[in-house]
Structure formats: structure tokens, C-alpha cells
Nanobody, 126 residues
Framework: QLRVVESGGGLVQPGGSLRLSCVVS????????ISWFRQAPGQERERVSCMSAPSGHIWYSDSVKGRFTFTRDNAKNTMYLEMNSLRSEDAGVYYC???????????????????WGQGTQVTVST
């Protein structure tokens, strides 16, 4: 099983930016899809972005498209989620998850990802 560690969350004002990081020990860009999920209090976990392997195809949810950017540094086994123009509805705990998946990452439910980080809190407030 992979070890996943997220960081970078914090408090930001509406309209601000944050960059989340996800380090995945044992990561292979040829084998492991990576997905960013978030969960707000009382709500279900939702996927905001993911990257498929080996294609590197990136998917974004409609709610974050144009504001969030998923990037990857293979040398550091690190994935990033650059979040701009943050809104109050973007607040929640953000999780990074990894798994060997055969198809495009957005086709898989959260429970099909086997390796998860502990999550990092994002708060958007004045």
C-alpha cells in the first residue's frame, strides 16, 4: 500500500488562493491514478480533480474547473492542487488518494481508491 501525505491547507479569504501538496511514497506515474476529494461537514465526499495513469489525463469537476489546477512533480512523487478564486463552498477537508486503475480516474468511486492521506483542512472565510 502506498503512503499518502497531504499538506498545505489553511484559512484563506474568499477570492484567495492555496496550494495543496500530496506526497505519495512508492508512486509511479505509469501505474497510479491520483484523485483529490473534499468533504464538507455533513456532506458526502466529492471528487474535485484527478489524474489518470499512464495517460496523465486530468479531470476537474464543474465546480472547480477554471479555478483549480492539478500538477505533478514526478521527481518528488508529489502532486499539487493549485486552488484560486476560492469560495466559501470550497471549504472542507481535502484528501488525496491513490490507486492502480485501468480506466480514467473519474470513473471510479472514492471507495475504489485504496491509499488515502489524513486530509488537510481548507477554510474559506472573512
Amino acid at each position: 500500500q502506498l503512503r499518502v501525505v497531504e499538506s498545505g491547507g489553511g484559512l484563506v479569504q474568499p477570492g484567495g488562493s492555496l496550494r495543496l501538496s500530496c506526497v505519495v511514497s512508492g508512486f509511479s506515474p505509469y501505474h497510479h491514478a491520483i484523485s483529490w476529494f473534499r468533504q464538507a461537514p455533513g456532506q458526502e465526499r466529492e471528487r474535485v480533480s484527478c489524474m489518470s495513469a499512464p495517460s496523465g489525463h486530468i479531470w476537474y469537476s464543474d465546480s472547480v474547473k477554471g479555478r483549480f489546477t492539478f500538477t505533478r512533480d514526478n521527481a518528488k512523487n508529489t502532486m499539487y492542487l493549485e486552488m484560486n478564486s476560492l469560495r466559501s463552498e470550497d471549504a472542507g477537508v481535502y484528501y488525496c488518494a491513490a490507486e492502480r486503475l485501468a480506466l480514467s480516474c473519474e470513473l471510479y468511486a472514492a471507495h475504489e481508491f485504496g491509499s488515502w492521506g489524513q486530509g488537510t483542512q481548507v477554510t474559506v472565510s472573512t
